[in-house]
């Protein structure tokens, strides 16, 4: 009669014939290409892209809230994607290194993945749906320019984004009760099967990434079709070249979050159950494919500065007055700029304006 065999181990503890298979297996898993890949991406992610990300939103948070900034509401919505933005990163930075250096013990895990699992997806929530409201006043703001300044207000900014924090956190609420450990003392989302989990689980679908990706895809369309139809506006330089600089940083941003959010979002809902993680070699692939797709859709968090840097001569000028370096308001040194680069910076819209359309 076989018996369940207790093997000692280097730390005095046992291993039973079960746990010493899960041992062997991973340790398989760990020596494969894949995997040493995996962890790589990983540990970059850990302590040089998520700290620059931080590092870049307080600035981006800095910036849109200098006191010339303040009277644009689409200053308003950076700065608070700038905060929701820092907050999933440091979320994922704190979870993942406790993770890692085994700060809990078995019994604290419960309580660790459930609040691990709701900051988590109500901090992403909330900053997609701001970009989304970011978006629709942007929206607002060109087709309807005779009504924009009762439509898009800082007050209207103020109450929607409390609703905004507000629905998001009963939407995610939930996983709280779902989520837990499994048997092998690992984080999931759902510790049991049920029919009112199924339906959860298609309400979270629909909610967050169908609405908004599809939210953005519309407005955009429509912000580009109006820009390039719309004739030439008799207003002050200067305020001309802050709304060009304003719809291309925003079209930037709401464009390079579908681009990095659409991977994940395949991988995750074809790609990841087809891997076959029985074998140490398709268990390395999975977590590999996971680690890349994952860390691009956390970039979504890290690149809003360097868009802006990137897309806006005025970030930039406010930039280097923040550190001191210039006085990026000097209405003067904007005209001059503006008259100089005028022709450069229309150019620069129907550049990226193609370049968006033909993707």
């Known amino acids: 009669m076989l018996t369940n065999q207790v093997y000692p181990t280097d730390n005095g503890t046992h291993l039973t014939d079960s746990k010493k298979e899960e041992a062997e297996f991973q340790q398989k898993v760990e020596s494969h290409l894949y995997y040493r890949a995996a962890m790589a991406i990983k540990r970059f992610s850990l302590f040089g892209l998520y700290p620059a990300g931080v590092l870049s939103n307080i600035i981006s948070f800095l910036v849109m809230n200098m006191k010339h900034n303040k009277k644009s509401t689409t200053c308003l919505y950076m700065s608070v994607i700038a905060v929701a933005d820092s907050l999933v990163l440091v979320r994922r930075f704190l979870a993942w290194t406790t993770v890692m250096a085994k700060a809990y013990s078995s019994e604290?895990?419960?309580?660790?993945?459930?609040?691990?699992?709701?900051?988590?997806?109500?901090f992403t929530g909330f900053s997609a749906y701001s970009i989304v409201f970011m978006t629709f006043d942007k929206f607002c703001a060109i087709m309807f320019p005779h009504k924009a300044n009762v439509l898009c207000t800082r007050n209207k900014v103020g109450k929607i984004t409390v609703l905004n924090a507000f629905i998001v956190a009963l939407i995610y609420l939930p996983k709280a009760l779902f989520s837990g450990k499994d048997p092998n003392n690992l984080c999931t989302g759902y510790t049991h099967k049920a029919w009112y989990i199924d339906v959860y689980k298609i309400l979270l679908l629909v909610y967050y990434p169908l609405i908004p990706v599809c939210a953005l895809f519309f407005f955009n369309i429509s912000i580009i079709k109006a820009v390039c139809r719309r004739p030439n506006r008799k207003t002050h330089p200067e305020k001309r070249l802050q709304d060009r600089q304003m719809t291309v940083m925003l079209l930037m941003v709401t464009f390079v979050f579908i681009v990095l959010l659409l991977p994940f979002e395949i991988s995750d809902a074809f790609l990841m159950g087809s891997l076959s993680t029985e074998t140490p070699a398709g268990a390395a692939k999975s977590t590999l494919v996971f680690q890349v797709t994952s860390n691009l859709m956390m970039l979504n968090y890290c690149v809003n500065f360097y868009l802006y840097l990137l897309s806006g001569s005025k970030f930039r000028n406010d930039l280097r007055s923040l550190l001191g370096f210039g006085a990026g308001n000097d209405i003067v040194s904007q005209m001059?700029?503006?008259?100089?680069?005028?022709?450069?910076?229309?150019?620069?819209?129907?550049?990226?304006?193609?370049?968006?359309?033909?993707e």
Request: glycine share 6%; with cysteine.
């Open 108 to 122: 604290d895990m419960v309580w660790v993945c459930k609040v691990n699992y709701v900051t988590h997806y109500v």
């Open 336 to 358: 001059s700029e503006q008259e100089a680069g005028d022709g450069q910076e229309h150019k620069t819209l129907s550049t990226t304006v193609q370049q968006i359309s033909a």
